[in-house]
């Protein structure tokens, strides 16, 4: 009997129609593993995964393999997205024993959750270093019944195997280290990115290719300190690339997940949250030191993108689209170039098909096969004004003329089987995108933006805490799962990023009093540093701690950073010293390879920047007081603070920033600034607010 259909995730619900006897996880299969003496076979993926699919449907739709699976296992499904927790302790076992790791995992381990057996995709039949499913079941019963005594050797090999039991001890040790970061730590990071720099395709490395916008976001964070040219070189060739090639959906709008090739060309096709949101930090922040067009429109489309596919009724976002439909990657993005000629004029067709580098033949080679496909995947190799000069047309008569085109394919494609809509609502990942929202908004003076952050943060607040503490999904009505370390840090930064767009206080009370808990819950007092998950959740092999910043930052390095804006807006050094803690705990790891530790290295070197601190009292929110925020936001440096104290907000901004109460509420405008530990007079006007600002 399958055991998943009462369950929320999307993935896990593909699945409860699988032969397998499939378990979601949870003490009655490790029970049931107990008492009938069985080893678990567990399966981890998510419900966007294209090789997930494959292996279902060679294997777990199965009738035989399900057979074969059932009869010799106790069988166990995970979303990793619903438990990033049991994912990241049993990936850090795949990677460290076999040098590698990606979805499926999948993990064999005795009934006391002790594995023996890691790997990534099996297949139906077996093939040379990779056992199919056909075989796989049998041989494990067999060494589980006849040759016990060589498995659980196995587990204590696991154990003490050196690179793996130092390397998964390192993951468990993590915050041990007692040194600090030097102060170059910054051009350390940045010299690392030039090496791996790709000067003609952007990017960093060669395929395949992720967005890895935290590197970006570093890089501006960079040139903004360093002034040097090269760093926004690379930020904006790497914007451009991206945008202008296959892993932007031209169409429809929005980011696939990585591009497979070094030219941007051929994605794996998945829509994640996470991706739209930190991508939208990156062009929002690349269009505010570039001004270029095309990041401005990249930033509308995103949120567009994000508006019609991923946004829940009630304001809250989805978390991915699948990259299949129909059974088979891409197909729900890509084009003949016959169809698109039935679809539009002979003119508009044409037009189409050599700015969009079709090709008759197709334009990429398949990924497994290496042949041409038929299909194209429609991109650009310039942006519209410059292909308009270089066709001799206008630059808006064309940009009208492709939008119309582009309309015409979209509603077309809305007739294809459209790819999964993963609806589950995941408390850290809107973080993400609340966060992206509001500063997006304040950068564009957007407030419609705004708004649909602090939407999206009334269904969290409302529906995803509980006794205080954050639930990590929501999904049909029920919020569930502990939070985690993502859930606080990338909470506790949207709402700091509402209250820097919108001065509402109850906004930054709310950050406040979650990093409270989340100091309580996470915290390790004795080697520092923010565990990832609570003092009271279930321990798997070890309470592990991220600092490596992968395809989003860091639960420590986003607490690093919501501690330097904690500590400029509260002036309490408590959180200058909590992120410090951060810095010295994992000292080690980022001394060893500070490439991987961008966005925690970002965070120190903001504590090394110059930045200033600004309380402005007025009465109420008139024009004066939003004059005087444009001119500090157009003038004052990046990382650089502002707080509003009228009648309204005086009372609960004085209990988050209790130093603000020497700032009195008084007839006329006053404004303080306050840079490098020095503070001026206050200023009434915004001719004086702009003049001391400018010298």
Same mark, same amino acid.
């Given at each position: 009997?399958?055991?998943?259909?009462?369950?929320?995730?999307?993935?896990?619900?593909?699945?409860?129609?699988?032969?397998?006897?499939?378990?979601?996880?949870?003490?009655?299969?490790?029970?049931?593993?107990?008492?009938?003496?069985?080893?678990?076979? +567990?399966?981890?993926?998510?419900?966007?995964? =294209?090789?997930?699919?494959?292996?279902?449907?060679?294997?777990?739709?199965?009738?035989?393999?399900?057979?074969?699976?059932?009869?010799?296992?106790?069988?166990?499904?995970?979303?990793?997205?619903?438990?990033?927790?049991?994912?990241?302790?049993?990936?850090? @076992?795949?990677?460290?024993?076999?040098?590698?790791?990606?979805?499926?995992?999948?993990?064999?381990?005795?009934?006391?959750?002790?594995?023996?057996?890691?790997?990534?995709?099996?297949?139906?039949?077996?093939?040379?270093?990779?056992?199919?499913?056909?075989?796989?079941?049998?041989? &494990?019963?067999?060494?589980?019944?006849?040759?016990?005594?060589?498995?659980?050797?196995?587990?204590?090999?696991?154990?003490?195997?050196?690179?793996?039991?130092?390397?998964?001890?390192?993951?468990?040790?993590?915050?041990?280290?007692?040194?600090? +970061?030097?102060?170059?730590?910054? /051009?350390?990071?940045?010299?690392?990115?030039?090496?791996?720099?790709?000067?003609?395709?952007? /990017?960093?490395?060669?395929?395949?290719?992720?967005?890895?916008?935290?590197? +970006?976001?570093?890089? &501006?964070?960079?040139?903004?300190?360093?002034?040097?040219?090269?760093?926004?070189?690379?930020?904006?060739?790497?914007?451009?690339?991206?945008?202008?090639?296959?892993?932007?959906?031209?169409?429809?709008?929005?980011?696939?997940?990585?591009? #497979?090739?070094?030219?941007?060309?051929?994605?794996?096709?998945?829509?994640?949250?996470?991706?739209?949101?930190?991508?939208?930090?990156?062009?929002?922040?690349?269009?505010?030191?570039?001004?270029?067009?095309?990041?401005?429109?990249?930033?509308?489309?995103?949120?567009?993108?994000?508006?019609?596919?991923?946004?829940?009724?009630?304001?809250?976002?989805?978390?991915?689209? $699948?990259?299949?439909?129909?059974?088979?990657?891409?197909?729900?993005?890509?084009?003949?170039?016959?169809?698109?000629?039935?679809?539009?004029?002979? $003119?508009?067709?044409?037009?189409?098909?050599?700015?969009?580098?079709?090709?008759?033949?197709?334009?990429?080679?398949?990924?497994?096969?290496?042949?041409?496909?038929?299909?194209?995947?429609?991109?650009?190799?310039?942006?519209?004004?410059?292909?308009?000069?270089?066709?001799?047309?206008?630059?808006?008569?064309?940009?009208?003329?492709?939008?119309?085109?582009?309309?015409?394919?979209?509603?077309?494609?809305?007739?294809?089987?459209?790819?999964?809509?993963?609806?589950? @609502?995941?408390?850290?990942?809107?973080?993400?995108?609340?966060?992206?929202?509001?500063?997006?908004?304040?950068?564009?003076?957007?407030?419609?933006?705004?708004?649909?952050?602090?939407?999206?943060?009334?269904?969290?607040?409302?529906?995803?805490?509980?006794?205080?503490? &954050?639930?990590?999904?929501?999904?049909?009505?029920?919020?569930?799962?502990?939070?985690?370390?993502?859930?606080?840090?990338?909470? @506790?930064?949207?709402? @700091?990023?509402?209250?820097?767009?919108?001065?509402?206080?109850?906004?930054?009370?709310?950050?406040?009093?979650?990093?409270?808990?989340?100091?309580?819950?996470?915290?390790?007092?004795?080697?520092?540093?923010?565990?990832?998950?609570?003092?009271?959740?279930? #321990?798997?092999?070890?309470?592990?701690?991220?600092?490596?910043?992968?395809?989003?930052?860091?639960?420590?390095?986003?607490?690093?950073?919501?501690?330097?804006?904690?500590?400029?807006?509260?002036?309490?050094?408590?959180?200058?010293?909590?992120?410090?803690?951060?810095?010295?705990?994992?000292?080690?790891? &980022?001394?060893?390879?500070?490439?991987?530790? #961008? =966005?925690?290295?970002?965070?120190?070197?903001?504590?090394?920047?110059? #930045?200033?601190?600004?309380?402005?009292?007025?009465?109420?929110?008139?024009?004066?007081?939003?004059?005087?925020?444009? +001119?500090?936001?157009?003038?004052?440096?990046?990382?650089?603070?502002?707080?509003?104290?009228?009648?309204?907000?005086?009372?609960?901004?004085?209990?988050?920033?209790?130093?603000?109460?020497?700032?009195?509420?008084?007839?006329?405008?006053?404004?303080?600034?306050?840079?490098?530990?020095?503070?001026?007079?206050?200023?009434?006007?915004?001719?004086?607010?702009?003049?001391?600002?400018?010298?």
């Amino acid at each position: 009997m399958n055991h998943l259909k009462y369950e929320k995730s999307p993935y896990l619900l593909q699945h409860a129609n699988n032969p397998v006897n499939w378990y979601p996880w949870g003490e009655e299969a490790f029970e049931k593993a107990k008492k009938e003496d069985k080893p678990v076979f +567990l399966s981890i993926g998510y419900a966007t995964c =294209h090789w997930c699919h494959v292996m279902e449907h060679e294997s777990f739709e199965d009738e035989e393999v399900a057979r074969r699976m059932n009869d010799a296992f106790v069988n166990i499904k995970v979303d990793r997205e619903e438990r990033p927790d049991i994912d990241n302790t049993y990936m850090t @076992i795949c990677q460290m024993l076999t040098g590698h790791g990606g979805w499926p995992l999948t993990i064999v381990m005795t009934p006391d959750k002790e594995p023996f057996f890691a790997a990534t995709y099996l297949p139906k039949y077996s093939m040379p270093n990779r056992p199919g499913m056909m075989d796989f079941p049998a041989a &494990i019963k067999k060494a589980w019944e006849t040759d016990r005594d060589k498995v659980m050797k196995s587990v204590e090999r696991m154990k003490s195997v050196e690179h793996i039991k130092d390397g998964f001890a390192k993951t468990l040790d993590l915050g041990k280290s007692t040194g600090d +970061l030097p102060e170059d730590i910054a /051009g350390q990071v940045r010299d690392s990115l030039l090496r791996r720099f790709d000067a003609s395709e952007g /990017g960093f490395g060669s395929a395949p290719k992720f967005p890895s916008p935290h590197n +970006l976001l570093f890089l &501006i964070h960079h040139y903004r300190e360093k002034k040097n040219k090269k760093d926004l070189e690379m930020v904006n060739l790497t914007l451009k690339k991206m945008r202008l090639g296959g892993l932007w959906d031209h169409v429809g709008f929005g980011f696939h997940r990585y591009s #497979t090739d070094h030219k941007w060309l051929l994605p794996h096709f998945e829509k994640m949250l996470y991706d739209q949101a930190m991508l939208l930090l990156a062009y929002t922040e690349g269009w505010a030191e570039t001004k270029e067009p095309l990041f401005k429109q990249t930033v509308r489309e995103i949120i567009d993108y994000v508006e019609d596919c991923l946004t829940s009724p009630k304001g809250a976002f989805y978390s991915a689209e $699948d990259a299949d439909s129909e059974g088979e990657e891409g197909k729900f993005y890509v084009w003949e170039s016959g169809e698109v000629r039935n679809i539009l004029n002979d $003119d508009d067709a044409e037009l189409f098909l050599s700015l969009y580098n079709f090709e008759e033949e197709g334009n990429f080679n398949d990924e497994a096969t290496h042949q041409k496909t038929g299909k194209n995947i429609p991109h650009l190799k310039n942006p519209i004004p410059e292909e308009a000069e270089k066709r001799g047309l206008q630059s808006d008569e064309l940009e009208s003329k492709i939008n119309g085109i582009l309309q015409t394919l979209k509603d077309e494609r809305e007739k294809r089987v459209r790819p999964l809509l993963d609806d589950k @609502i995941l408390t850290d990942w809107n973080g993400l995108m609340i966060t992206a929202l509001a500063r997006a908004g304040i950068v564009f003076n957007k407030p419609a933006w705004v708004e649909k952050a602090e939407n999206a943060w009334k269904l969290i607040e409302k529906e995803c805490f509980d006794n205080k503490k &954050i639930l990590h999904r929501y999904k049909d009505g029920e919020a569930a799962i502990d939070g985690m370390a993502d859930d606080y840090v990338f909470v @506790i930064r949207g709402l @700091i990023e509402l209250y820097n767009a919108t001065f509402k206080p109850e906004y930054f009370k709310k950050a406040i009093s979650l990093q409270r808990v989340f100091e309580e819950e996470f915290w390790d007092d004795e080697h520092g540093g923010f565990f990832f998950t609570a003092h009271n959740a279930e #321990t798997l092999l070890g309470r592990q701690k991220e600092i490596y910043d992968g395809a989003i930052p860091s639960s420590n390095s986003v607490a690093a950073h919501n501690g330097f804006l904690q500590f400029k807006l509260t002036a309490n050094p408590e959180f200058q010293n909590l992120a410090f803690s951060i810095f010295k705990a994992f000292s080690d790891q &980022i001394n060893h390879a500070p490439e991987g530790y #961008t =966005h925690a290295v970002h965070a120190f070197d903001l504590f090394q920047a110059e #930045t200033a601190e600004v309380v402005i009292t007025s009465k109420n929110m008139d024009e004066q007081v939003h004059e005087s925020v444009k +001119l500090c936001r157009e003038l004052l440096p990046a990382g650089s603070v502002i707080l509003i104290k009228t009648d309204e907000w005086s009372q609960p901004l004085e209990e988050v920033a209790p130093f603000t109460k020497d700032y009195p509420v008084q007839e006329k405008l006053s404004v303080y600034v306050c840079k490098n530990f020095e503070c001026s007079m206050p200023v009434h006007s915004s001719a004086e607010l702009k003049k001391l600002l400018t010298h």
